[in-house]
């Protein structure tokens, strides 16, 4: 009998694969889901450590996905890309994702998460804005009420369920509730059936039948607009309140760039109920930005659809089972009320956000000439101005070629965006430029904004541990790739002198030059520029103008760090092969 340290487990199954005879491995650990639903109860002790991501230095590759199979890992959309976030109010904090291949995550030690900024309200705010909203409209029973709520596991789908009975319970009606419940941190699908009665006689079955649903909650819109789900739900009858944020699927932890396809799951739930039985709202932006918390985003689904009368309990039962519930009592009431005014009183919400509409305005930062700009100035402030001008000179050549397409082609043609190729071209081609290389990573990591991110999220910190491969320092794991380390505070002096340092990237003198990850990433620049000079913009035509922006767009699978951005390389050269392997065919 001996014990091992689970990130061996890979190991030690290879290991006792050779031993003749049987082998056993006990897996012992508790479920982290568990261990964030105790330390809300206060019976387990909560680790005053968090896990951060540098937005800066993430490249998006997912590695981190890869590595912990968690759902708290949410995207970011920034001016660069997707990248990645951790969502802190529903982080387990297993702490598993900092294995992912790359220096952007920080462990933050003795952090205190930072108050919601919209917290300016009280609790006679709320209190005062909830009064005046008008009662809903008694249900009228006329047969049991059938109630399917649907999410994500370990997001507190059964919670609601257990809510609606015991609120049905102490108002002396009959009720049942029947559980589907998928693994939490698989993201695994959850229907909850509720079927509430007057008289026990009324309720022959715990399952609701084929279109008879009176209500779907859709706390996610993947598992509501299931066949499932769907199954329940009859055209006119059946009332749909879904939850439009797009909660993190398994499918993105796998995928980076996987994307839930929002509008088309919408059009399935309208083309299912009826346009005008559907209606939505935003429960985690509603939650996070008033409760700091998107954890009880579900109760606020609950307030929203107790409000619009599909809830055939009292205001007082529902409230007293989320007492007895005995779990974050106030900040679920508050929830509840939240999800009243969602409803009711939207702007309520933007009162007591201390918010106004937002203007409907044209963002400019969206135009090229911003975008070209931006660029310019990353990378002029990234190395220096000639590798600022070198970018320029490539991207007014494409736009140059670009306009001349369609200069012969009559403007009413023309697409909304006719310069597509040139955006493309000037993102992609400051990304191969900008490597993230030592120099720049300790330049990102010593930034102002980084400091800024970091003081948005935490209230105070006693320090920071950067959690790092270096190439000259770091010994190869069992899987063949470096192996990270955690360091201490005083890694930021190396940074500083690193920084000062970064004149000499790309001269003999750059002791990281001369890898093989730096000479691949110059070799990938020069495949790059010979791409498009050489190969896209010779007989560019309106015709092929979408497939040269996908050709440039492939570009987006090389990202990430050592072994991470090797596969990307790899797979993009290779997708650049089959690509190019139809340009000529088109331009015969």
Not at 87 to 93: A, D, G, H, I, V
Not at 152 to 164: K, Q, R, S
Not at 169 to 186: I, N, T, Y
Not at 193 to 222: E, K, S
Request: glycine share 8%; hydrophobic share 45%; proline share 5%.
């Amino acid at each position: 009998l001996r014990f091992e340290e689970r990130a061996n487990l890979m190991e030690v199954q290879r290991e006792l694969s050779q031993q003749p005879g049987v082998t056993a491995i006990v897996y012992v650990q508790t479920c982290a889901a568990e261990k964030r639903r105790r330390r809300k109860k206060g019976e387990l002790p909560d680790p005053p450590k968090r896990v951060f991501i540098n937005p800066a230095v993430c490249e998006g590759c997912g590695d981190c996905g890869v590595q912990s199979n968690c759902l708290s890992i949410v995207p970011l959309d920034t001016d660069w890309g997707r990248k990645r976030a951790i969502e802190q109010s529903s982080c387990n904090k297993d702490f598993s994702c900092v294995q992912g291949f790359c220096p952007s995550f920080v462990t933050v030690e003795g952090a205190v998460l930072a108050k919601p900024a919209a917290r300016r309200w009280s609790a006679d705010d709320l209190a005062r804005e909830v009064a005046a909203l008008p009662a809903p409209r008694p249900w009228v029973w006329s047969g049991p009420f059938d109630l399917l709520v649907t999410g994500v596991g370990g997001t507190g789908v059964v919670t609601v369920g257990a809510l609606v009975t015991m609120a049905a319970h102490l108002e002396g009606h009959q009720a049942s509730v029947l559980d589907f419940m998928g693994f939490a941190q698989k993201g695994g699908s959850v229907l909850s059936f509720v079927r509430l009665a007057p008289t026990a006689d009324l309720l022959n079955q715990v399952r609701i039948d084929t279109q008879q649903a009176d209500l779907l909650l859709a706390c996610d819109l993947v598992v509501g607009a299931s066949a499932d789900a769907l199954g329940t739900v009859k055209h006119g009858r059946t009332q749909v309140i879904a939850n439009r944020h797009e909660l993190v699927t398994a499918a993105f932890v796998r995928q980076p760039d996987a994307s839930i396809q929002a509008d088309a799951l919408m059009a399935k739930l309208h083309h299912a109920a009826g346009a005008e039985q559907v209606r939505t709202l935003d429960a985690q932006a509603i939650a996070e930005t008033l409760l700091g918390d998107t954890m009880p985003s579900n109760i606020v689904m609950l307030g929203a659809a107790w409000q619009a009368g599909l809830i055939p309990v009292s205001l007082a039962a529902l409230e007293r089972a989320i007492t007895l519930n005995g779990v974050a009592v106030p900040q679920n009431l508050q929830a509840f009320a939240l999800g009243r005014l969602a409803l009711a009183e939207p702007q309520a919400l933007m009162r007591l956000a201390g918010r106004s509409a937002p203007a409907q305005t044209t963002d400019p930062v969206q135009t090229l000439e911003a975008l070209v700009q931006r660029r310019r100035d990353f990378l002029t402030q990234y190395h220096n101005a000639q590798l600022a001008d070198r970018h320029k000179s490539l991207v007014d050549r494409v736009r140059q070629a670009e306009e001349g397409v369609w200069a012969l082609v009559d403007a009413r043609a023309r697409p909304a965006d006719p310069l597509a190729l040139t955006r493309a071209v000037a993102h992609q081609y400051a990304r191969l430029l900008a490597v993230k290389d030592e120099y720049e990573v300790a330049r990102l990591h010593l930034s102002d904004e980084f400091e800024q991110a970091l003081r948005g999220q935490f209230g105070q910190w006693d320090r920071l541990v950067h959690h790092l491969a270096p190439p000259l320092l770091s010994r190869i794991g069992s899987d063949g790739r470096a192996k990270k380390q955690a360091y201490g505070p005083w890694i930021r002096w190396v940074f500083r002198v690193l920084v000062r340092m970064k004149g000499l990237r790309g001269t003999l003198f750059d002791p990281f030059g001369h890898t093989e990850e730096r000479r691949m990433e110059r070799q990938v620049v020069q495949e790059f520029e010979h791409l498009i000079t050489h190969q896209l913009l010779p007989g560019l035509s309106t015709e092929r103008l979408p497939q040269a922006v996908q050709i440039v767009q492939t570009a987006q699978q090389i990202r990430g760090y050592g072994p991470v951005k090797q596969s990307g390389v790899a797979a993009a050269r290779s997708r650049w092969k089959a690509q190019l392997a139809q340009w000529p065919q088109q331009a015969g």
